[in-house]
C-alpha cells in the first residue's frame, strides 16, 4: 500500500481479521455462496452435498485431489463418495483426469467442467 501502512496496524489488522475467523464471521472463508448449477438438478443428496464441499474448498483450483476418505469428515464412506463423484462426471460437472490408487497416497485428481460437453 501507499504509503506503507505502520507495523503495529498491519498487526491491529491481522489480529483482528483473526478474532472474525476465531468467531465464524469471516465472510470470506468457509461461507462462501455455493452455486449448484442446472446439470445437477436430479443429482442425489451425496452428489449434491460433495458438490457444495468441493466448490467451497477448491473453486479457485483447476484440479482437485481427492483420496478415498476425502468424504469421511462429512460422514461419506469411500463408496458413496465414488458414487457421487460418478454422478458428478456423468452430469458432467467433473471430469476425470487421473484414477489414482497405484500406490498409497496416490490420489484420484479431477477438473472442474467449464461448459457441458455435448
Request: glycine share 10%; charged share 25%.
Amino acid at each position: 500500500m501507499e504509503p506503507a501502512l505502520s507495523d503495529s496496524t498491519v498487526v491491529e489488522k491481522a489480529a483482528s481479521a483473526w478474532r472474525h475467523e476465531l468467531l465464524g464471521q469471516n465472510a470470506f472463508g468457509k461461507r462462501r455462496t455455493v452455486i449448484i448449477p442446472d446439470k445437477l438438478e436430479n443429482a442425489s443428496g451425496d452428489a449434491l452435498r460433495l458438490y457444495s464441499h468441493l466448490q467451497r474448498e477448491h473453486f479457485w483450483r483447476d484440479q482437485i485431489m481427492i483420496p478415498s476418505d476425502y468424504g469421511e469428515p462429512f460422514g461419506m464412506g469411500w463408496r458413496r463418495l465414488r458414487n457421487a463423484l460418478g454422478e458428478l462426471v456423468k452430469a458432467g460437472a467433473l471430469m476425470l483426469v487421473s484414477r489414482g490408487g497405484r500406490f498409497v497416497g496416490d490420489s484420484a485428481v479431477y477438473a472442474w467442467v467449464k461448459t457441458r460437453p455435448d
